[in-house]
């Protein structure tokens, strides 16, 4: 069965803070792997990560992927408040459908 | 930016009726689907709807569930006799093309089944 993991589940941090999450996949025909945020409804997107070992990055966001140990991490530098959320990891399957993960839930304090 | 838009944003219905959820996807997307949300759980894809016809659904998809795409713009959602455990928030996404796994999402509409 295919799925996705998360870690940790929550994390609360203070602004300034730099923090990794982190997703585990196992997932037939895998196609790409995405990060979201997700605030009050809508996830929105945040990267797409393909190939392995390219860092994909906007601005105080990194991510990157390893497709041999199947996982890739968030990285999140000088937190701020706004960067409060739960941050989803989903794998794109086949050609159509995404798994996601339970998420992250992070929270950034003042 | 373009949007995906869902109809109504809150949905409150009696266990046992019809619901119709209702999504405009982005006007030049090709491919579609929905997606639920338990309060507290993981995202949970649901169907994917490509050419008027369904392309994959999950096992959650049974037969109480229908989609359809009726005048070209509209993608809808139906759940012909809703159950308590319907209760969700549901996500309508397009995409353009198979080249781009980036979904763009609605901003969803929560159902709750009483």
């Known amino acids: 069965e295919d799925k996705v993991v998360q870690s940790p589940l929550s994390l609360v941090v203070h602004e300034g803070d730099t923090v990794t999450l982190n997703c585990s996949y196992e997932?037939?025909?895998?196609?790409?792997l995405l990060w979201y945020k997700q605030e009050k409804k809508a996830p929105t997107f945040l990267f797409m990560l393909?190939?392995?070992?390219i860092e994909k990055k906007s601005g105080r966001l990194s991510s990157i992927l390893d497709k041999k140990e199947l996982f890739s991490i968030l990285n999140i530098t000088a937190t701020q408040t706004g960067d409060s959320a739960i941050y989803l990891c989903a794998v794109a399957s086949g050609t159509y459908k995404y798994i996601f993960g339970t998420g992250t839930r992070l929270k950034v304090l003042a | 930016e373009p949007e995906v838009t869902q109809t109504p944003s809150h949905q409150v219905t009696q266990m046992g009726q019809e619901v119709i959820l209702r999504c405009v996807p982005i006007?030049?997307?090709?491919?579609f689907y929905w997606y639920r949300q338990i309060l507290g759980q993981k995202v949970e894809f649901l169907v994917s709807f490509y050419n008027n016809e369904i392309s994959e659904k999950s096992e959650i998809f049974d037969d109480q569930f229908s989609v359809e795409r009726p005048d070209g713009s509209n993608f809808t959602l139906k759940i012909r006799s809703t159950k308590l455990e319907d209760s969700a928030m549901y996500f309508c996404?397009?995409?353009?093309?198979?080249?781009?796994?980036?979904?763009?999402f609605g901003s969803g509409t929560r159902l709750t089944v009483v």
């Open positions: 006007s030049n997307h090709l491919y």
């Open positions: 996404a397009s995409r353009k093309d198979l080249a781009n796994y980036g979904y763009t």
């Open positions: 393909t190939s392995s070992g």
């Open positions: 997932v037939t025909n895998f196609r790409s």
